[in-house]
């Protein structure tokens, strides 16, 4: 395939992620970066071999150079997408979007009839679709393994350090600044479930709240920064603990640390710890998202599913349980336990070790799973890891495609992705108001009660 050369719009964690699969696989080639940190625009343009008249720190400037790759990467923070995407889409860019597509429905409607209206490609960064494990589950339900599906319960553990890195000391703590908890993690899994339903939802309900990492729920004697706080150390939100723990581990350096300072040295922790964010007391920031949330759905079909988020877990993968009129599965987003009613046999999959053809295949010993968007990747929930190999999957599906014109590579489009975003706005009305949402075809709202 011909490498496909490509606009880097935002050089933090995600997007650097996406650039370097392409890269490293020889899919594609960073050939302009706009990013507005100083310090990582410099590091982008160095790793990338960046020529400088191609180096901008505004999207602005690079939208003006007029179209210089065949495709983009848009990894801005979350309200910051919808002018880049619509304005590459007219320079007629394909387009790798970070989820979510946007904070407002008005203005993810708005990227999605840019790429329709320009015949652009545009694929949103929904990498939960892209794993062996979810290709599997999907074949497995497709091919009635289960009979019809009937009911389903998922969990996202969200983890405790992880929410309150993110979402009580990170940039998605607050909806004014950011959006709503559900959109920013978890339109992954709401994306997850419609997929994996084939159909959207009729009908949505949603509980929530933020429950604990308030200023009333500080223990006795806690102070604003963890380096002079003298509960510190019997604290689960220790910062110190959580950060200085990360130096001397490659995964742990680039996510969670890299978030926090650039400096992967004691003395570059404390110091982002004593004048940062990430070193606030987490019972003393000004975080509004909510830290647990159960969402409801039912299908046309009459197939019911409760999905629920929440910050006090482990940080672990998430697990779902499926429940079929003729078998059960249940997953932990590695391995599959299925169990058939009709002759009472068990049998578990681990999809990290299905056989792998030349072809583009993988078997075990009753199904064949066309896995030519990527083969069995690393087992574990978070960033750092590659999302359990849908990071590396969906990067190359988006690469192959624009190089083919094969937009069947794509596990969702513009419109597909719309669809699913409305869902979680769906919930957060029916959360907000206390109401049951029901939905169209498209995921509009016809009415609540």
């Not at 979350?78 to 387009?95: C, K, N, T």
């Not at 939960?128 to 074949?139: A, I, N, Q, W």
């Not at 019997?234 to 950060?243: E, H, N, T, V």
Request: aromatic fraction near 6%; hydrophobic fraction near 40%.
């Amino acid at each position: 395939m011909a490498e496909v050369t490509t606009l880097l719009v935002g050089a933090g964690l995600r997007g650097m992620t996406y650039a370097r699969r392409a890269l490293a696989t020889g899919a594609g080639r960073v050939v302009a970066v706009a990013e507005p940190d100083p310090g990582r625009r410099a590091r982008a343009a160095r790793e990338f071999g960046v020529p400088a008249e191609r180096v901008y720190a505004d999207w602005t400037d690079a939208v003006a150079a007029g179209k210089l790759a065949d495709a983009c990467v848009i990894a801005t923070q979350d309200r910051m997408h919808v002018e880049p995407a619509v304005a590459l889409a007219g320079l007629g860019y394909h387009i790798l979007l970070e989820k979510p597509m946007a904070t407002e429905e008005s203005h993810a409607s708005a990227i999605a009839e840019a790429a329709l209206r320009n015949g652009v490609l545009l694929a949103v960064c929904h990498v939960l679709r892209y794993t062996s494990y979810t290709r599997y589950l999907k074949e497995l339900l497709d091919t009635g393994a289960i009979g019809r599906l009937v009911s389903v319960q998922h969990l996202e553990p969200v983890g405790w350090w992880h929410h309150a890195h993110s979402f009580v000391r990170g940039n998605w703590r607050r909806e004014d600044t950011s959006a709503p908890m559900l959109l920013t993690k978890s339109c992954h899994d709401i994306d997850w479930l419609v997929h994996l339903f084939g159909s959207l939802p009729r009908r949505v309900g949603s509980f929530g709240s933020l429950t604990h990492l308030r200023p009333e729920d500080a223990p006795a004697g806690a102070t604003d920064r963890c380096l002079d706080c003298p509960v510190e150390a019997g604290c689960p939100y220790s910062a110190k603990r959580l950060y200085l723990g990360c130096l001397g581990d490659e995964d742990q350096e680039f996510w969670p640390l890299s978030a926090v300072t650039d400096e992967h040295t004691e003395a570059g922790v404390l110091e982002a710890l004593r004048t940062g964010p990430y070193g606030r007391c987490a019972y003393a920031c000004d975080n509004d998202v909510v830290d647990n949330q159960v969402v409801t759905m039912e299908f046309e079909s009459g197939a019911t599913c409760s999905f629920t988020m929440s910050a006090y877990t482990p940080m672990e993968q998430r697990r779902t349980r499926l429940m079929g009129t003729h078998g059960f599965v249940e997953g932990d987003g590695t391995t599959l336990r299925l169990v058939d009613f009709r002759d009472g046999s068990e049998r578990t999959v681990d999809t990290r070790a299905l056989d792998t053809h030349p072809d583009g295949t993988w078997t075990d010993a009753t199904l064949t799973v066309d896995a030519r968007a990527g083969g069995p990747g690393n087992p574990g929930p978070s960033p750092e890891d590659g999302h359990g190999g849908g990071d590396e999957a969906l990067t190359d599906a988006f690469f192959a495609s624009v190089a083919t014109g094969d937009r069947s590579l794509l596990l969702s489009d513009a419109t597909e992705s719309l669809a699913t975003h409305r869902v979680v706005w769906a919930a957060e009305r029916a959360r907000t108001t206390g109401t049951v949402v029901e939905l169209d075809a498209d995921g509009h709202v016809l009415s609540t009660a």
